[in-house]
């Protein structure tokens, strides 16, 4: 147990080395753009105030979002998908997977759960215990359940696995990244020009200014296509795990069920507050709380009975009394609401499709 102890600590002390280098970089970024540049280097007053006013906005958002992404802690389930304890018990006695899976389903049924695994079993993690909540992944880094995993970033130097709490921070952490290098790059550009052509005098600020260039290029460079992809996964509502494998709902494989049209895509990454989109702050996400998510529902889950909601709300029985039609649960109100998302951005059309008689068939989970 000690040579494992001790070789986990040396793991997580490497895990930060990553960190280190690039808190240096930055902090050398700074002292060669503000000192060796604005200070000594630049002689024009206005333009130097400038300069050094957007660098110090550029650069306060890079390391807010960049702070933000580190060290926000993964999001777990709660302990709603824990087995009660009678289940846990019969469930660790049973050795046939078949009786397990019986287990596992009888408590599913009070979940609002929506995915399985490949072969159609309830998704569960032996090693945490839970069942897993749709688009949740056991972390093998983390060593544990983390609800919405993207993925696990150790070389992007972050060392935190990305998901549900901290997505948001990670994608601004990209985008204002991208910015200060770019704008580093842009506005040293002149300069580097002037020094590698001997139009400036040979001074100190040589140095920082040429080696400046190119790492800032080098980084915007090596950022654009990570950013590039993540803006396209977030407008198509997926995360990295689910664009190379496609969620499995109950009625089979679908990469696009979690996508509710590009403008609610966006609000369930930045939340419903568009002045706090650009802020590295908690923003309330009324499209999925982390462990239930709304999806577009866009064929029939043969686990669950369906009804046909009628143009009308009622409809007149044989005896000639109304019958209306049954309520929603808490769960589904909250999957199927949002402001009726079905007629919202764009659906397919041959995802979504309605009868001669204005009807839609949606389907439904029944109350325990």
């Not at 664009?243 to 966006?266: C, E, I, Q, T, Y």
Request: net charge positive; glycine share 4%; proline share 5%.
């Amino acid at each position: 147990m000690a040579p494992s102890h001790v070789l986990k600590c040396c793991q997580k002390v490497f895990s930060w080395i990553p960190v280190v280098f690039i808190a240096l970089v930055v902090g050398w970024s700074y002292y060669a753009y503000v000192v060796e540049l604005c200070i000594f280097t630049i002689r024009n007053t206005g333009e130097k105030v400038v300069y050094l006013v957007i660098f110090h906005l550029s650069f306060i958002m890079f390391v807010w979002s960049y702070w933000k992404t580190i060290f926000s802690k993964p999001a777990n389930p709660s302990k709603e998908f824990c087995l009660p304890k009678a289940d846990k018990e019969q469930y660790e006695r049973e050795e046939r997977p078949e009786a397990q899976q019986e287990i596992l389903k009888r408590v599913a049924q009070n979940l609002p759960l929506y995915t399985r695994t490949g072969t159609g079993a309830v998704r569960y993690c032996d090693r945490c215990q839970v069942i897993k909540p749709d688009r949740c992944h056991h972390c093998s880094a983390c060593d544990m359940c983390v609800l919405k995993m993207d993925h696990h970033c150790p070389w992007y130097v972050v060392n935190n696995c990305v998901g549900f709490s901290n997505y948001k921070f990670f994608v601004l952490f990209l985008a204002y990244s991208l910015l200060y290098c770019l704008f580093v790059a842009a506005t040293v550009l002149q300069y580097f020009i002037k020094f590698w052509a001997n139009e400036l005098p040979d001074s100190h600020a040589k140095f920082h200014v040429l080696f400046l260039f190119f790492v800032a290029a080098m980084f915007f460079i090596s950022i654009l296509s990570l950013f590039s992809y993540h803006c396209w996964l977030v407008g198509k509502n997926r995360s990295t795990i689910e664009a190379f494998r496609g969620p499995v709902f109950r009625n089979g494989p679908d990469r696009n069920g979690f996508s509710l049209g590009f403008s609610k895509n966006l609000k369930e990454v930045f939340g419903d507050e568009k002045k706090f989109w650009l802020l590295p702050v908690y923003t309330r996400q009324v499209l999925g709380d982390g462990s239930t998510f709304p999806t577009r529902l866009i064929s029939l889950d043969p686990e669950q009975p369906t009804i046909d909601v009628q143009s009308e709300s009622t409809k007149s029985g044989a005896d000639g009394q109304s019958c209306a039609t049954r309520p929603l649960s808490e769960s589904q109100n909250r999957l199927l609401g949002n402001d009726q998302r079905f007629t919202e951005d764009g659906l397919d059309a041959d995802h979504l499709k309605l009868g001669s008689k204005d009807k839609v068939t949606v389907s439904m989970e029944s109350e325990s």
